[in-house]
Nanobody
Framework: QVQLVESGGGLVQAGGSLTLSCAASGRTFRSYGMGWFRQVPGKEREFVAAIMWSSGVTRYADSVKGRFTISRENAKSTVYLQMNSLKPEDTAVYYC????????????WGQGTQVTVSS
């Protein structure tokens, strides 16, 4: 059974920074990579960033390019999302996900962590 646990959310002022972490565990855990998504009430969950475990190749949503950085620590099965220059519109619940069977097809999800950016 795979478990993804996010941490690091909180309240920050506009222009500030936060770093989210997602630790993956489970005896049979294996994935091509990990992704970050976010969701606000009444809207669909949207892609934020992704990284592949082996190559380190990254992808970003246009809305966060140049402000967010995704990274991974393979030995700890942990991925990070460094968020800089935060804006009120970045306020959301942030989820991490794993693509266990097909690259960029997300099959396992964490419980989410709230990020609130005040203006």
């Amino acid at each position: 059974q795979v478990q993804l646990v996010e941490s690091g959310g909180g309240l920050v002022q506009a222009g500030g920074s936060l770093t989210l972490s997602c630790a993956a565990s489970g005896r049979t855990f294996r994935s091509y990579g990990m992704g970050w998504f976010r969701q606000v009430p009444g809207k669909e969950r949207e892609f934020v960033a992704a990284i592949m475990w082996s190559s380190g190749v990254t992808r970003y949503a246009d809305s966060v390019k140049g402000r967010f950085t995704i990274s991974r620590e393979n030995a700890k099965s942990t991925v990070y999302l460094q968020m800089n220059s935060l804006k009120p519109e970045d306020t959301a619940v942030y989820y991490c996900a794993a693509d266990q069977y097909t690259p960029y097809t997300w099959s396992a999800w964490g419980q989410g962590t709230q990020v609130t950016v005040s203006s």
